[in-house]
């Protein structure tokens, strides 16, 4: 049989209930979460398999989808099927508590983890880009990023605002899969947004969802707009058709200073997803196919460029930061290779040399600034599914988080907001921070909703790889870690194996997601409550040790707050013994 060469809505369509497809709730989960992943209503651009971020992927082509969709079907629950980049390679006897899938995206010997040589493979078939929660299955849509949008602001609101955004206006860039959130999150906030997006139809795609207020295809006219909303302490998002560099030079030439500044386009892919001020849309498609080359150094030019900007804005009193796409990366490349030699400068970019050198990084990231003291005490995106399709499902587990948990104030203020704000997206979803010993109590908790009926079919439990101990990003998670250790990628091996040791339903680990080739390793994992005695054990033991791995890790750079966690949760740090 042959595979379709685009998404078919109807053969691809998440199943719902309790009945099963495959032979036991793990494989079921997998299966619909990989589904639910490519759904319209979740994915940016289905029918080339692209959940979002730039092109992260759930599956590598469409028959490597239908492969992996017959093998979960015939998966035995003592069996796991091994996923290389998005195809199925193999299924090997294991044991009932081993993950059902173990999935391995984007993986590259340092010395060829770059761009340049995974476009070779990818040209070729034999790879694909998973980001970090698109080929690793448990991507919820915009809600997912909300939450960590959310508590980002909401940091920001406390640390700079005395607690709220009202008041503010917030500048950025990029309404994609995980940029969509930003509206949402301010405003949540009481902040004003206003963001610069290129394509219109990213634009109306958060309007329909509700994440966005307004549209404005006029610079001048939305910032007006803007200050407006400012003035009256009004939170309102707007999102205005443009290229974040035409927003910025416009806000320079009217001497308007955002509050905060920051930018979420797809920088951490020059050649996919960013999109060059020097071009439009169609120019844009038409020379990224016919020459990747000069594309990619437009794309260089233009971040060089916005980079600069924003550091002007920042020089005039924005409170800038970076959003985790790695474009200060990117402009710092860009500096080293075109204007530190003047020779080599492009006319594109003539007045470049004016910048001064190395202030590329002069502005934060989110995490150092922002989430890392969140980290310290193991708290991150946890986020879990209803497999029964049922709203109401995910009303019961609200509730219940919401009476487990009544001193985590943030907590219960984001719930409220998101049962009110958040529309759905695919399989009903939540998510929330929650920290050490939180998550195993939650997991428990939701087998049991499981196992009394009080729900309708199993949830599935999850989280982003943008957690406490499952990454190494030296430009975002662990930017500026107090010891140095940046860039070392023992964590997140680490904590894939001990959640394949623990027993986590599927575990994935991953190169590149979020900032691009080279400069992050990372691992997700999923463990399936449905409410057998067997699932118990493991949720105890795999949401116990998957945040644990966080603190330790942080309690090993030296940081006082999570050593002070480890100690209160019974974490044994034998190097601090
Ligand atoms: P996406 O590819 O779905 O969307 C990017 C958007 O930027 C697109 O809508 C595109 O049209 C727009 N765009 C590109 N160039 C532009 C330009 N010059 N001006 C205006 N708009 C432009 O990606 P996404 O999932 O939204 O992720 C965005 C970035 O944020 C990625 O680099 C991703 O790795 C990063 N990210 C950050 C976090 C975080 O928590 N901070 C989490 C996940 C991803």
Same mark, same amino acid.
């Given at each position: ?6 998404y ?29 992943n ?10 080339d ?9 759930a ?16 998966l ?29 995206n ?31 299955w ?19 609101a ?31 906030n009481?902040g ?29 006219a939305?910032i ?11 939170a ?7 290229n ?12 308007i ?44 030019q ?27 990366a ?8 075109? %204007? ?8 594109? +970019?003539? =007045?470049a040399?004016?910048? /001064? #050198?190395? !202030? ?53 203020r ?16 939540? %998510? ?8 195993? +109590?939650? =997991?428990?908790?939701?087998? /049991? #909703?499981? !196992? ?14 943008l ?22 990628a ?9 959640n ?6 599927w ?5 590149g ?30 949401l ?28 044994d ?5």
């Open positions: 049989k042959t595979s379709p060469q685009r078919d809505a109807i053969k691809y369509k998440t199943p719902t209930g309790a009945a099963l497809n495959c032979k036991g709730w793990i494989q079921e989960a997998a299966l619909r979460m990989l589904l639910n490519l759904d319209p209503e979740v994915a940016e651009r289905p029918n398999l692209i959940v979002y971020g730039g092109r992260g992927k599956a590598r082509n469409f028959e490597a989808l239908d492969n992996i969709i017959h093998a979960l079907k015939v035995e629950n003592d069996e796991s099927l091994l996923i290389q980049s998005g195809k199925p390679v193999g299924i090997l006897k294991t044991h009932k508590d081993a993950p059902r899938v173990l999935i391995s984007s993986q590259l010997v340092p010395n060829w983890a770059n761009w340049k040589h995974f476009d070779e493979l990818e040209k070729k078939g034999l790879m694909m880009y998973g980001q970090m929660t698109a080929g690793s448990i991507y919820i849509g915009s809600q997912g990023i909300v939450q960590g949008t959310y508590e980002t602001y909401a940091a920001a406390n640390k700079h605002f005395g607690g709220t955004l009202k008041g503010t206006l917030n500048v950025t860039a990029g309404l994609g899969g995980m940029g969509g959130a930003q509206p949402l999150a301010i405003t949540m009481e004003v947004a206003l963001i610069a997006e290129v394509e219109e139809w990213r634009i109306d795609k958060r309007l329909e969802t509700k994440y966005l207020d307004e549209k404005y295809t006029s610079i001048d939305a007006d707009a803007a200050l407006t909303y400012k003035t009256a302490g009004a309102k998002s707007i999102g205005v058709l443009c974040a560099v035409a927003l910025l030079q416009r806000l320079i030439e009217r001497n200073i955002p509050d905060t500044l920051t930018d979420q386009t797809s920088a951490h892919d020059p050649l996919i997803g960013y999109i060059p001020h020097t071009l439009n849309n169609e120019t844009a498609n038409a020379l990224r196919q016919s020459n990747p080359e000069e594309y990619t150094q437009l794309s260089y233009s971040m060089y460029l916005h980079v600069q900007l924003m550091l002007q804005l920042m020089d005039k009193g924005a409170i800038t930061f970076d959003y985790g796409n790695n474009i200060r990117r402009a710092q490349e860009y500096e080293e290779k075109n %204007i530190a030699q003047p020779q080599n400068t492009v006319d594109a +970019l003539s =007045g040399n004016d910048f /001064e #050198l190395n !202030r590329c990084f002069n502005f934060p990231g989110f995490v150092p600034a922002y989430i890392r003291p969140l980290f310290c005490e193991g708290k991150g995106p946890f986020r879990w599914a209803a497999l029964s399709g049922d709203p109401a499902d995910i009303a019961v587990t609200d509730e219940l988080i919401m009476n487990m948990f009544p001193h985590n104030t943030g907590m219960l984001w719930m409220k907001m998101a049962q009110e704000k958040i529309a759905f997206q695919g399989l009903p979803a939540r %998510i929330c921070w929650l920290g050490q010993g939180e998550r195993e +109590l939650a =997991g428990m908790a939701f087998n /049991e #909703l499981v !196992r009394t009926g009080k729900v309708k079919a199993p949830i599935v439990i999850g989280r982003d790889h957690d406490t101990g499952s990454v190494a990003s030296p430009n975002r998670e662990t930017e500026a870690m107090m010891d140095g250790s940046d860039a070392v023992d964590w997140p091996i680490l904590n894939a194996l001990v394949t040791a623990g027993g986590a339903s575990v994935s680990l991953h190169h997601g979020g900032v691009g080739m080279g400069y992050s390793i990372h691992a997700g994992m999923v463990i399936v409550a449905d409410g057998t005695e067997d699932a118990a054990q493991r949720l105890k033991r795999v116990r040790n998957d945040p644990g791995m966080g603190v330790i890790r942080h309690a090993d750079a030296g940081y006082e707050t999570a050593i002070a966690t480890a100690k209160a949760h019974g974490l740090l034998q190097s601090n013994l």
